[in-house]
């Protein structure tokens, strides 16, 4: 039997909310601190382009759940393997932490890596206790979208595409 | 797949999740597995543990491993890649690793294995 997995979205105090109660179905960058359970809350709360200075979509913290029965998940690691800008000016910056802090739409201290976009350069994710149970996640994930009064192209930022990395024994 | 072992030569299902074909070698004290097979992605990658040789499909693929490895063990799993669309949108695919590791002379973890993905392509991994 191989492990399954879910996409786990935390907001609020400490990032000590979590949802949904399965798989996430999108991981959204908005101007609120919320999960995008409808999938179309990001298009009311969109980040708007400032007339000077930069403009951060709240932090968007995630991890990744284990569940099922398994062995052991190693080697947790994430980078972003497809998707370009709407405008080249939009930025994605990434990082991890082992513990959660209430997420901020000021430029973040932990998603300070800019985003990696090749498995080479991928964050690692593994926790430092061992994934051997079901229900066990990784560590945080933290992304945030920087953008710039250089932003000319309104609307959606165009489709971005995360890929997890595990190895399962 | 098949695994090789002093005390008996024990023939597994084709088809076997990785997890428990590793429950399978598990059972064996490692240094008694002598070498094992794979059917990954019907490329068939045998681990000669004995000799610290990897063939794929009958062929010995070069790892350039330049002394024998100490405290050598089995190295099998699956490497899975699940993908997230920022607005929705899930993908999944996974690769097999089969090889093995070892210490070296100077007490370094030493690895080598292959990974096959679903195209069958199979790529040397190394470590040190």
């Known amino acids: 039997m191989a492990a399954g997995t879910n996409l786990k979205i935390y907001t609020g105090t400490d990032a000590g909310t979590e949802q949904p109660t399965g798989d996430a179905s999108n991981w959204n960058l908005m101007a609120i601190d919320d999960y995008d359970d409808t999938g179309s809350l990001y298009a009311d709360n969109p980040i708007t382009v400032p007339d000077s200075g930069t403009n951060y979509s709240f932090e968007r913290w995630m991890k990744v759940e284990f569940t099922g029965t398994f062995n052991l998940i190693e080697n947790v690691k994430v980078w972003k393997s497809s998707g370009t800008f709407s405008d080249s000016n939009l930025a994605l910056y990434a990082g991890t932490t082992a513990t959660g802090t209430t997420p901020t739409n000021s430029d973040s201290t932990i998603a300070t890596t800019s985003m990696p976009t090749s498995e080479g350069g991928a964050i690692d994710i593994t926790p430092s206790t061992a994934i051997d149970t079901d229900g066990d996640k990784t560590d945080f994930f933290v992304v945030q979208l920087d953008v710039p009064d250089t932003v000319t192209t309104p609307g959606d930022i165009g489709t971005q595409t995360l890929t997890f990395q595990y190895d399962e024994s | ?128």
């Open chain 2, 1 to 128: 797949m098949e695994i090789v072992t002093k005390q008996e030569i024990k023939p597994l299902p084709d088809r076997m999740e990785i997890v428990d074909f590793n429950k399978e070698l598990y059972k064996y004290y490692f240094s008694d597995i002598l070498s094992f097979k794979v059917n990954a992605f019907n490329r068939i990658v045998e681990v000669d543990l004995k000799n610290q040789k990897i063939h794929v499909d009958g062929e010995e693929t070069p790892i350039e491993l330049t002394e024998s490895l100490k405290y050598i063990k089995w190295v099998s799993f699956k490497r899975n890649f699940i993908s997230y669309g920022v607005s929705g949108g899930k993908t999944y695919e996974y690769k097999i690793g089969v090889g093995f590791q070892g210490q070296d002379s100077k007490g370094d973890n030493i690895q080598r294995f292959i990974m096959v993905d679903k195209e069958g392509k199979a790529t040397l991994f190394k470590k040190k």
